[in-house]
C-alpha cells in the first residue's frame, strides 16, 4: 500500500539526506554524536553548524520576508528531521525563534518585522522571554517591568528565567508588566536588541540544570533598569498578553506535532530491539503482547499525527477557531506521546534505562520528551483555556447542524491559503467545524460497507449532543480557575471526541490506494480513543495485525511510522 509522499515537502526529505544515518557511528549528526553531546552536557556543534548551512531559520520566516515558512503542516513535518534524532537540537537552534518569530508576525510593525526577518535569515536567535518561574503559565502574574522614564525612554527592570538561547540571542521579545495595575491591557511586548544593549545593565544567569534537553541552553537574565525605546513594544500598549494568546496558538499547534519525531524513533529502537532479540525459544515480537504493545502505539502515533495535521491545516482554513484546536492539539498530542513512550519503555525494561549499546538513544528522547507536557505551556493550562469556550461551543455548534468546516481541512495533501496572523483570534465564538462535522457525519449512508464505523460515528454524534446538555446551560463564572474538578472532565471528553472525529475524516478524505485510506489505521484509532477511565484493550486481531505487518514493512524499507511515512536516512 503507497503512503501519502505529498505530506512532506522536498525539504523535509532533504534535510533527512542531510543529516545522514542515525545509526552509522561516525556520522557527526548520527545517534553516537548525539548522545556523546547529551553526556557532556552540550549543544551538537555539528548540528548546528549543518542547519546553518542548510537555512533552517528561514523556514520560521513569512515568505514575504524572505522566508519558507508557507505552511504550518510542512513546517512540522520538515521539524520532524531534527526531532526524530535530537529534540535538543530541535529546540535549541529552532524551535525556540520560532516561537518569538510568530509573535514578530502577528504585531510587529513593517521595521521591527523586517529587521527580525534579517536576523534570522542570516543565521542567528531571537529568544522569547516570558518565563518567571515563580509565575509559570500564569503570565498575567508577569513582574518584570517596562516603566516610561521622563526622557521618553522605557526602562526594562526584573528577572526572566529558564529561555532558551537567552544568553547567545542577538534580539528577545520579552514580557513586561507596562501597568501596575492588574487586567488584561496591563502587560506589552518589547523587542530589545540585545547585540547593542548596554551589558552593564544586564546579568546573565547560569544555566539551569535540567533532566532533559541537556543541550539546550536554558538560562536566566536580570534587567537592571535598561533603556530601550519606546518604538521597542509591539503592536499597541496593554497589547502584550492579547498578542501573545493569538500568536503562540500556532507554536502550541506544531510544536507538539513536530515532537512525534520522538515517538517515531522510540518505536523504531523498540520494533530493532524486540525483533532481534530472542525470548523463550523466538524473536520477542512472536510473543501476543509485544505485538499488541508495537501496534497500539504504531497506532498512536498516526492518531497523534492525524490530530497535528488538521490542527496545524486549520491555522489556515479556519484561524478564527484556532484558539479551541490549539489548546486541543498540545492536550491530546503531549498526552500520547508521554503515554506511547512510557510503554515501550515498558516493552525495552532494563534496556530503555542504559545509556550505551543500540537502544542508548532511547533514553534520551524519554528525557528529552517530558517538556512536551509542560514547556511553552501545559496541559493543565490549556484545559484552563477550554474550558470557558465550551458553553458557547456547545450553544452555537454541537446542539445543531450547519456548522460545516472547509472542504480541504481533512484533505491532508491539498494546497492551503497563506497563513493570516491577523485572523487570530482570543476565542472561537462558538464556531466549531470539527466536531460540527459530526453532525453530517452521522448520516452513515457514506459508510454501508462499515457497519462498525457506523456504530461507532452514532455513538460519537450521541456524545456530542449529551456533551452539548451539560455544557450548554454552564456559565464562564464557573469555568475560571476554580472550576470544579467535573468541569475539566468536560474538557477531556471534549479533546476525546474532536480526535475521533478527526480520525474519520482523515480517513474519509484519504485518497484511494493511500495507506490512510486503509480502514484498519481508522479502526485501531477508533479502539485506543474509546471512552472509558481504563486504558484500552488489545485490539481486534485483524486490526493488530495489519498494522503490525505495515509496522515491519515500513522497517524493512526505511520509511518514518508517521503519517506520510517518508524515506529516512536510517
Known amino acids: 500500500m503507497t503512503t501519502v509522499k505529498s505530506l512532506a515537502p522536498k525539504r523535509a526529505d532533504e534535510l533527512e539526506h542531510l543529516l545522514g544515518s542515525l545509526t552509522d557511528p561516525v556520522n557527526p549528526t548520527g545517534a553516537t554524536a548525539i548522545l556523546a553531546a547529551d553526556e557532556r552536557a552540550e549543544t551538537l556543534t555539528a548540528g548546528e553548524s549543518l542547519l546553518h548551512s542548510y537555512g533552517l531559520n528561514a523556514e520560521f520566516v513569512p515568505p514575504e520576508l524572505g522566508g519558507r515558512l508557507e505552511r504550518a503542516d510542512h513546517l512540522a513535518e520538515v521539524m520532524r528531521a531534527l526531532y526524530r534524532r535530537d529534540p535538543a ?28 526577518a534579517r536576523l534570522l535569515l542570516d543565521g542567528r536567535r531571537i529568544a522569547i522571554a516570558f518565563h518567571e518561574l515563580a509565575h509559570g503559565n500564569d503570565m498575567t502574574g508577569t513582574e518584570f517591568a517596562a ?8 526602562r526594562l527592570s526584573g528577572r526572566k528565567e529558564v529561555v532558551t538561547n537567552l544568553r547567545r540571542a542577538d534580539a528577545m521579545v520579552v514580557l513586561a508588566r507596562t501597568d501596575p495595575r492588574p487586567g488584561p491591557r496591563s502587560h506589552s511586548l518589547v523587542l530589545v536588541d540585545r547585540a547593542s544593549a548596554d551589558p552593564a545593565r544586564l546579568t546573565d544567569l547560569p544555566r539551569f540544570g535540567t533532566v532533559g534537553m541537556r543541550g539546550v541552553q536554558l538560562g536566566g537574565l536580570c534587567f537592571d533598569g535598561l533603556p530601550v525605546p519606546s518604538s521597542a513594544i509591539l503592536g499597541p500598549v496593554g497589547s502584550g498578553l492579547e498578542t501573545a494568546l493569538k500568536a503562540l496558538q500556532i507554536t502550541r499547534t506544531v510544536l507538539p ?16 530491539h524486540l525483533t532481534e532479540r530472542k525470548l523463550y525459544g523466538g524473536p520477542a515480537t512472536d510473543i501476543p503482547h509485544v505485538r499488541s504493545v508495537l501496534a497500539g502505539v ?11 495535521a488538521v490542527g496545524a491545516r486549520a491555522l489556515h482554513l479556519v484561524p478564527g477557531a484556532a484558539s479551541v484546536y490549539a489548546s486541543a492539539v498540545k492536550f ?30 532511547f533514553q534520551k528522547l524519554l528525557r528529552d520528551l517530558a517538556p512536551v507536557g509542560f514547556g511553552h505551556i501545559a496541559r493543565a493550562a490549556c484545559q484552563m483555556s477550554l474550558l470557558p469556550q465550551l458553553p458557547l461551543l456547545a450553544r452555537r455548534t454541537w446542539s445543531r447542524p450547519g456548522t460545516e468546516p472547509p472542504g480541504d481541512l481533512f484533505a491532508l495533501a491539498e494546497a492551503l491559503p497563506p497563513l493570516r496572523y491577523d485572523r ?32 461507532a460515528i452514532g455513538d460519537d454524534h450521541a456524545e456530542l449532543a449529551q456533551l452539548a446538555a451539560v455544557c450548554g446551560p454552564l456559565s464562564p463564572v464557573e469555568l475560571g480557575v476554580d472550576a470544579r474538578p467535573q468541569h475539566y472532565d468536560l474538557v477531556t471528553r471534549y479533546v476525546r ?55 515491519l514493512d515500513r522497517r524493512a524499507t526505511g520509511r518514518s511510522f508517521g503519517l506520510a511515512g517518508r524515506p529516512l536516512s536510517v
Not at 298 to 308: K, M, N, Q
Open 89 to 116: 537540537l530541535g529546540l535549541g537552534y529552532g524551535a525556540s525563534s520560532l516561537i518569538a518569530g510568530v509573535t514578530l508576525w502577528t504585531a510587529g510593525d513593517e521595521r521591527q518585522s523586517e529587521q527580525a
Open 147 to 154: 516603566t516610561a522614564a521622563v526622557d521618553g525612554l522605557l
Open 257 to 272: 506535532t513536530m515532537a512525534t519525531g520522538i515517538l517515531d524513533t522510540g518505536l523504531r529502537i523498540a520494533v530493532d
Open 298 to 308: 504504531f497506532a498512536d502515533l498516526l492518531r497523534a499525527e492525524a490530530i497535528g
Open 332 to 361: 491530546e498530542v503531549s498526552r500520547l506521546l508521554l503515554e506511547a513512550m512510557d510503554r515501550l519503555a515498558e516493552l525495552l525494561g532494563a534496556h530503555f534505562y542504559l545509556r550505551e549499546g543500540p537502544t542508548a538513544l
Open 424 to 455: 487570530l483570534a482570543l476565542h472561537a465564538a462558538g464556531r466549531d467545524p470539527v466536531a460540527g462535522s459530526l453532525h453530517a457525519l452521522a448520516d452513515t449512508s457514506w459508510a454501508t460497507e462499515h457497519a462498525d464505523l457506523r456504530t
Open 497 to 551: 471526541l474532536l480526535s475521533r472525529t478527526v480520525c474519520v475524516q482523515v480517513w474519509r478524505h484519504a485518497d484511494p490506494g493511500d495507506f490512510l485510506a486503509d480502514p484498519a489505521w481508522l479502526r485501531a484509532a477508533l479502539h485506543r480513543s474509546a471512552p472509558g477511565p481504563h486504558r484500552p484493550g488489545p485490539l481486534p486481531t485483524p486490526v493488530e495485525d495489519a498494522l503490525f505487518a505495515e509496522l
